[in-house]
């Protein structure tokens, strides 16, 4: 069985709330955050990115059992914001961990749910001649100025160490759903990405979510009741909850990996992130259910179970996810624009 042996999370401490945004461009701000179901959106400091928070993560998966990095056999970096067009950021983040130089390393991208593509992808690998595997979601959330996309672009980033001993959570299965579906895209000379708006719903989101859920339902013959937390992934604060309904999961179910609404939506991380604040309180035995969405388009479902293991993780775990949500540090949105200009020469 292999499952989830570490994880630890990145959440950068500045904050801006949506209706700045729209105040500094002259829309609408009245009840704005209560629109997009977003209160606040994290924001990565100028000299942050994918690879920086990426390598927080992991340091913070290491930490509770201080695990040996070294052994990692292979590793997966999936971003939207990786920093270079031309030069992987597998091998950067690989480096400044001292991971092994004999590994495999990947960079991977399909929107919002590249770092779970990761972890279906290096699941097959953990065998006799690799024990361990790292799987990471990172992302500083790429949006045009004013678009309604930068309300809600977030930073932040997860790590997920996966083996076949040891384990704290289980995976039980998981399955994908696909299409070509153009809700969301950016071309190569551009530098930020467009979105097709009436794509974004139920030919985009809810057809794919619901999809892979429905798929990994009918293979492992669960309904949504046999799980104690399920959630999917969370580009705003309206579309999972209303996946759920559709489903027939609760939002008693949905609530503690509902991160959204305090730190936006970090694209890649996004998913990842919501599985991390579940297993920072869920118990032993317990299922989780997960599906990620990329835009272009798919998702992936997980099942997990979780074991004994977990309790011992989360007592020696000093970097919960609540704990990064709540150290905060509101900010101006100039301060946030002034980067984005500087760094995108607009």
Not at 27 to 48: I, P, Y
Not at 90 to 99: F, Q, Y
Not at 211 to 237: I, V
Request: one cysteine or more.
């Amino acid at each position: 069985m292999i499952g989830i042996v570490s994880y630890g999370t990145y959440i950068p401490k500045y904050r801006i709330k949506p209706s700045q945004i729209a105040h500094a461009w002259g829309k609408e701000v009245n009840g704005v955050e209560k629109a997009l179901g977003v209160f606040e959106k994290s924001v990565a400091s100028v000299d942050e990115d994918a690879v920086t928070l990426a390598v927080e993560a992991t340091l913070n998966a290491a930490l509770p059992f201080n695990f040996d990095l070294s052994k990692i056999g292979a590793i997966t970096v999936g971003s939207e914001s990786h920093p270079y067009a031309v030069k992987p950021t597998s091998t950067t983040v690989a480096g400044i961990l001292g991971l092994p130089e004999n590994l495999l390393a990947v960079d991977l991208e399909f929107a919002c749910k590249a770092g779970t593509s990761g972890m279906q992808l290096l699941s097959g690998l953990v065998g006799k001649n690799i024990k361990y595997v790292l799987a990471i979601g990172s992302d500083v959330a790429q949006s045009r100025p004013s678009d309604v996309l930068e309300y809600t672009a977030g930073s932040a980033a997860a790590s997920f160490i996966l083996g076949s001993k040891d384990t704290i959570a289980d995976i039980l299965d998981f399955t994908s759903y696909s299409s070509d579906t153009p809700d969301f895209w950016r071309r190569d000379t551009e530098k930020f990405p467009s979105h097709g708006g009436r794509f974004s719903g139920d030919p985009g989101y809810f057809t794919h979510i619901i999809g892979a859920t429905k798929l990994l339902l009918e293979k492992r013959k669960l309904k949504p009741a046999d799980f104690e937390f399920a959630f999917f992934h969370m580009p705003n604060g309206k579309f999972p909850k209303e996946a759920a309904r559709r489903l027939g999961f609760t939002d008693e179910q949905l609530k503690p990996g509902f991160i959204v609404s305090q730190i936006g939506n970090p694209y890649s991380a996004s998913a990842m992130v919501g599985l991390a604040a579940i297993l920072d309180i869920a118990k032993p035995h317990q299922k989780i259910f997960m599906c990620s969405y990329g835009s272009g388009a798919g998702s992936d479902s997980f099942v997990f179970e979780t074991t004994p293991l977990l309790r011992e993780f989360q007592k020696k775990n000093q970097r919960s996810v609540e704990s990064q949500i709540q150290n905060k540090q509101m900010i101006d949105y100039s301060l946030v624009a002034r980067n984005i200009i500087n760094k995108y020469r607009i």
